[in-house]
């Protein structure tokens, strides 16, 4: 099944910075590549996806990258400010349409 | 998207005693996912709830530990049977958004502790 690792483990980055945070999967089937944020109390929320048919997206501040011959994926945050501090999680879904989450990435935005 | 209720959103609970999760949508969604994250660790699917048929379990997740009901579109209950320190986790209710297929809303979560 489908393998998905996420690094660094926590990343802290001063405000106004960016920030980047990478993730490998293991089945070449996999097509859709999601990234959740998850702030203290909450449930993780969608921030931006990315199909296999697209090798790049962004959403202002936010961009992903897709990397499918490699087998990797990236989140990219610019200009980082203090609500971004949060927990960032990537998941990969393929052939099974089941999601799998990386074990995320503890993002700390320092003043 | 999908508001997604859970309760309780906290609880701290006892060796050997069973909790019950529930979930309310404002909305009737077809499929209901539960999910575990322990702490430090990743979001890892325990199964998933379709009104009017039993939940579909992923390995290493059973009936017996978790059982869930699903009465009706907007609602389901996961219970965590004679519970151990070891299921001490955030519990998480999600559905499909209606935007596209595998786009994930999740409630906010069910901590609990169990001494």
Known sequence: ?111 | SAVISQKPSRDICQRGTSLTIQCQVDSQVTMMFWYRQQPGQSLTLIATANQGSEATYESGFVIDKFPISRPNLTFSTLTVSNMSPEDSSIYLCSVEAPTGANVLTFGAGSRLTVL
């Open chain 1, 1 to 111: 099944g489908e393998n998905v690792e996420q690094h660094p483990s926590t990343l802290s980055v001063q405000e106004g910075d960016s920030a980047v945070i990478k993730c490998t999967y293991s089945d070449s089937a996999s097509n859709y590549f999601p990234w959740y944020k998850q702030e203290l109390g909450k449930g993780p929320q969608l921030i931006i996806d990315i199909r296999s048919n697209v090798g790049e997206k962004k959403d202002q501040r936010i961009a992903v990258t897709l990397n499918k011959t490699a087998k990797h994926f990236s989140l990219h945050i610019t200009e980082t400010q203090p609500e971004d501090s949060a927990v960032y999680f990537c998941a990969a879904s393929g052939r099974d349409d089941k999601i799998i989450f990386g074990k995320g990435t503890r993002l700390h935005i320092l003043p």
